[in-house]
């Protein structure tokens, strides 16, 4: 999800105010930067194409009818995937597809966390990435996360918000994002390293 400049910031300031004030219209506006981020987050979860166009189509008119309460203390966007992140909880939850991960800190998360022993798992080349293979593998990857660590690696390394919207979107401290990032990309690591080089033994594909 690109940055949005200040200029961006205000034109949705305005647009917000207009379908508050009654513009109904502007809200396609105001949403169309988004609708790519929101139904990747939606398919990061529901895994099916149909269910993830319903979460999104929920989200969207979630916020519609919510809109009145966004105070402008986040990005809109950042309000916008955190909706979209619910959305698609409540729906797993009403499927009882998945057990949802208590989203509380746990004890371990305020202990001492060591120094990664790898590079980040982003060091795939970029080239590698166009391989369809290669971004199947990734795609599996970060689906077989647990929710918790799903969530802000997608945030975090996929929608490449900062560590404090993060925080805010997950409605969690940004020492646990922290955390949990620091442990998703490690698991990562750890699937995607020898896929990877079995994928093509000659490439040295991680920085160890």
Same mark, same amino acid.
């Not at 990005?75 to 619910?86: E, Y």
């Not at 560590?163 to 955390?179: D, F, G, N, R, Y």
């Given at each position: 999800?690109?940055?949005?400049?200040?200029?961006?910031?205000?034109?949705? !300031? !305005?647009?917000?105010?207009?379908?508050?004030?009654?513009?109904?219209? $502007?809200?396609?506006?105001?949403?169309?930067?988004?609708?790519?981020?929101?139904? +990747?987050?939606?398919?990061?979860?529901?895994?099916?194409?149909?269910?993830?166009?319903?979460?999104? *189509?929920? #989200?969207?008119?979630?916020?519609?009818?919510?809109?009145?309460?966004? &105070?402008? $203390?986040?990005?809109?966007?950042?309000? /916008?995937?955190?909706?979209? /992140?619910?959305?698609? &909880?409540?729906?797993?939850?009403? !499927?009882?597809?998945?057990?949802?991960?208590?989203?509380?800190?746990?004890?371990?998360?305020?202990?001492?966390? =060591? %120094? #990664?022993?790898? &590079?980040?798992?982003?060091?795939?080349?970029?080239?590698?990435?166009?391989?369809?293979?290669?971004?199947?593998? /990734?795609?599996?990857?970060?689906?077989?996360?647990? %929710?918790?660590?799903?969530?802000?690696?997608?945030?975090?390394?996929?929608?490449?918000? =900062?560590?404090?919207?993060?925080?805010? #979107?997950?409605?969690?401290?940004?020492?646990?994002?922290?955390?949990?990032?620091?442990?998703? &990309?490690?698991?990562? $690591?750890?699937?995607?390293? %020898? $896929?990877?080089?079995?994928?093509?033994?000659? +490439?040295?594909?991680? *920085?160890?």
């Amino acid at each position: 999800m690109s940055i949005p400049s200040d200029l961006s910031i205000r034109n949705e !300031q !305005q647009m917000i105010a207009s379908v508050l004030s009654g513009d109904t219209e $502007q809200y396609h506006d105001l949403i169309r930067p988004y609708e790519h981020s929101v139904y +990747r987050m939606a398919l990061s979860f529901m895994k099916n194409e149909a269910d993830a166009e319903d979460v999104a *189509q929920e #989200a969207f008119i979630s916020a519609f009818k919510n809109l009145a309460a966004f &105070r402008g $203390q986040a990005k809109f966007s950042t309000w /916008l995937i955190s909706i979209t /992140l619910n959305e698609a &909880r409540g729906r797993l939850r009403r !499927q009882s597809l998945v057990r949802m991960d208590s989203l509380d800190e746990t004890p371990e998360e305020g202990g001492h966390v =060591s %120094p #990664a022993l790898l &590079r980040d798992w982003r060091e795939v080349p970029s080239e590698a990435l166009e391989r369809k293979e290669v971004r199947e593998m /990734l795609r599996e990857a970060i689906g077989g996360l647990a %929710p918790i660590y799903r969530e802000v690696v997608l945030l975090r390394d996929v929608e490449e918000l =900062s560590v404090e919207e993060t925080a805010t #979107a997950l409605t969690i401290s940004v020492a646990s994002v922290k955390t949990r990032l620091h442990r998703a &990309r490690i698991m990562l $690591q750890k699937v995607l390293a %020898p $896929q990877l080089r079995t994928a093509n033994p000659r +490439r040295r594909w991680f *920085q160890w």
